[in-house]
């Protein structure tokens, strides 16, 4: 690895670092989205539940209903990320230090890590709990691994853009939209895949190219929103 | 000695119908400090927000170079030394991670950063959140000269210090303005500063 290229990435993995450190200190992040995807769940498994769905329309409706669960959680808990460096002032110090495209990968892996630990803590809670039979479990597996990878992504990029913003509530809402819809009709289908057992088709490369385009227009749009 | 000048002309900021620089001008070259004052709200921290390249002027131009080149905003943002009132930290980090972090960022050895913090009586093992205001205008000093700026941006550098904290950041800025090759300063504060080097001033008083 060149110079250059090894001093940038040790710029993101020191934003990397110190966002779990100060995650670990005060839980906040971990504890809204946990306590929303456990609430959800348990909500959602009380109404429905094993017996409370169709095995024929649960093939329809499950994979819709694990996807809202994990966007509204991440939804309720990832736009801190940069929202935080504006409130607490800290976002002058970065961008008096921090190289704007590191600062981003470094956010973005540290987004990624979050989504990851809630895919893990919360799939097989929902399978669980709502008797769902995954015929085929690795494509499952890819799919929460590419969806969560593009949530992770769309929501840190609108989550910087909307950092400097009045209204920052709505204006996520708004921006999230049109960003994640694709992403997520994409993971349901293939989610939906993975239970009946059909094979990916085209919703895996599409859902790849997906994250693709998000994070490099992430990379390509965020000097331009963090920086005057 | 090299060659470093800040040079800005007409620099003209407002916020929405509220004018606060209407076109200022200034030049500041090696060994000297510029002392910008005037009363709340004249404009004087933002001024050195726009020479930080934190916040973009309306108008004007900001010249800053070092060596044979003109830097442009994104690097003059990486190379400049800053304190200022708002500048924060993370409270959920000691000083010493805090400093440590930035250190990386800035892709030197916070070393000298604890240097500043041993010679102000700053204590590095504690959370930056329970810092009182004096001492984190300290900490602001030590991230301020951690990567050995030639450019120092001071926004009423001497704020809420106390007697010893004043004289020891009095000669940071002594030893800045005398010994940093290319070393210089604008230095903003409500009222005149008596400081060594203070070879311009400008009022923005109205």
């Given at each position: 690895?060149s110079?250059?290229?090894?001093?940038?990435?040790?710029?993101?993995?020191?934003?990397?670092?110190?966002?779990?450190?100060?995650?670990?200190?005060?839980?906040?992040a971990?504890?809204?989205?946990?306590?929303?995807a456990?609430?959800?769940?348990?909500?959602?498994?009380?109404?429905?539940?094993?017996l409370g769905?169709?095995?024929?329309?649960?093939?329809?409706?499950?994979?819709?209903?694990?996807?809202?669960?994990l966007?509204?959680?991440?939804?309720?808990g990832?736009?801190?990320?940069?929202v935080?460096?504006?409130e607490?002032?800290?976002a002058?110090?970065l961008?008096?230090?921090?190289?704007?495209?590191?600062?981003?990968?470094?956010?973005?892996?540290?987004?990624?890590?979050l989504?990851a630990?809630?895919?893990?803590?919360?799939?097989?809670?929902?399978?669980?709990?709502?008797?769902?039979?995954?015929?085929?479990?690795?494509l499952?597996?890819?799919?929460?691994?590419?969806?969560?990878?593009?949530?992770?992504?769309g929501?840190?990029?609108?989550a910087?853009i909307?950092?400097?913003?009045?209204?920052?509530?709505?204006?996520?809402?708004?921006?999230s939209?049109?960003i994640l819809?694709?992403?997520?009709?994409?993971?349901?289908?293939?989610?939906?895949?993975a239970?009946?057992?059909?094979p990916?088709?085209?919703?895996?490369?599409?859902?790849?190219?997906?994250d693709?385009?998000?994070?490099?227009?992430?990379?390509?749009?965020?000097?331009?929103?963090?920086n005057p | 000695?090299?060659?470093?000048?800040?040079?800005?002309?007409?620099?003209?900021?407002r916020f929405?119908?509220?004018?606060?620089?209407q076109g200022?001008t200034?030049?500041?070259?090696?060994?000297?400090?510029?002392?910008v004052?005037?009363?709340?709200?004249?404009g004087?921290?933002?001024?050195?927000r726009?020479?930080?390249g934190?916040?973009?002027?309306?108008?004007?131009?900001?010249?800053?170079?070092?060596?044979?080149?003109?830097?442009?905003?994104?690097e003059?943002?990486?190379?400049?030394?800053?304190?200022?009132p708002?500048?924060?930290?993370y409270?959920?980090?000691?000083?010493?991670?805090?400093?440590?972090?930035?250190?990386?960022l800035?892709?030197?050895?916070?070393d000298?950063?604890?240097?500043?913090?041993d010679?102000?009586?700053?204590?590095?093992?504690?959370m930056?959140?329970?810092?009182?205001?004096?001492?984190?205008?300290?900490?602001?000093w030590?991230w301020?000269?951690?990567h050995?700026?030639?450019l120092?941006?001071l926004?009423?550098?001497f704020?809420?210090?106390?007697?010893?904290g004043?004289?020891?950041?009095?000669?940071?800025?002594?030893?800045?303005?005398?010994?940093?090759?290319?070393?210089?300063?604008?230095?903003?504060?409500?009222?005149?500063?008596?400081?060594?080097?203070?070879?311009a001033?400008?009022?923005?008083g109205?």
């Amino acid at each position: 690895m060149s110079p250059l290229a090894s001093t940038w990435a040790a710029e993101a993995l020191a934003v990397f670092a110190k966002e779990w450190r100060c995650e670990l200190r005060t839980r906040i992040a971990l504890n809204t989205l946990g306590l929303f995807a456990v609430t959800t769940l348990v909500v959602a498994g009380v109404s429905l539940g094993p017996l409370g769905v169709a095995k024929a329309q649960g093939s329809a409706l499950l994979p819709v209903l694990l996807w809202l669960i994990l966007l509204f959680s991440v939804a309720a808990g990832l736009p801190r990320a940069f929202v935080q460096e504006e409130e607490t002032q800290t976002a002058t110090a970065l961008r008096l230090c921090a190289t704007p495209s590191a600062l981003f990968c470094g956010k973005l892996l540290y987004a990624l890590t979050l989504v990851a630990g809630l895919e893990v803590l919360i799939t097989p809670l929902y399978v669980m709990i709502m008797n769902l039979q995954v015929a085929r479990p690795g494509l499952l597996a890819a799919a929460l691994a590419a969806g969560g990878f593009g949530l992770a992504a769309g929501s840190t990029l609108v989550a910087a853009i909307i950092a400097q913003a009045r209204s920052k509530g709505t204006l996520f809402s708004v921006l999230s939209f049109p960003i994640l819809l694709p992403l997520l009709i994409l993971a349901v289908e293939l989610t939906r895949n993975a239970v009946v057992g059909d094979p990916p088709g085209m919703a895996l490369p599409q859902l790849l190219l997906y994250d693709a385009s998000v994070s490099i227009f992430g990379l390509m749009l965020f000097p331009v929103v963090w920086n005057p | 000695m090299p060659k470093t000048t800040l040079h800005f002309e007409k620099v003209r900021r407002r916020f929405g119908r509220l004018s606060v620089l209407q076109g200022v001008t200034g030049t500041v070259t090696p060994g000297e400090a510029l002392l910008v004052t005037g009363p709340n709200g004249s404009g004087k921290s933002t001024l050195l927000r726009c020479l930080a390249g934190v916040l973009a002027p309306d108008g004007g131009q900001i010249a800053y170079r070092e060596g044979e080149r003109d830097l442009d905003i994104g690097e003059r943002r990486l190379r400049v030394g800053y304190v200022a009132p708002d500048l924060a930290f993370y409270s959920e980090l000691t000083v010493a991670e805090n400093l440590q972090f930035f250190a990386r960022l800035r892709r030197v050895s916070p070393d000298r950063g604890f240097a500043i913090l041993d010679r102000l009586a700053l204590p590095t093992d504690r959370m930056a959140g329970t810092l009182s205001s004096g001492m984190r205008q300290r900490l602001r000093w030590a991230w301020a000269l951690l990567h050995r700026p030639r450019l120092l941006l001071l926004d009423e550098p001497f704020q809420n210090l106390d007697a010893p904290g004043e004289e020891g950041t009095r000669e940071l800025l002594r030893e800045h303005l005398e010994s940093t090759p290319g070393g210089l300063a604008v230095i903003a504060n409500p009222s005149s500063l008596e400081i060594d080097r203070v070879t311009a001033r400008l009022d923005l008083g109205r």
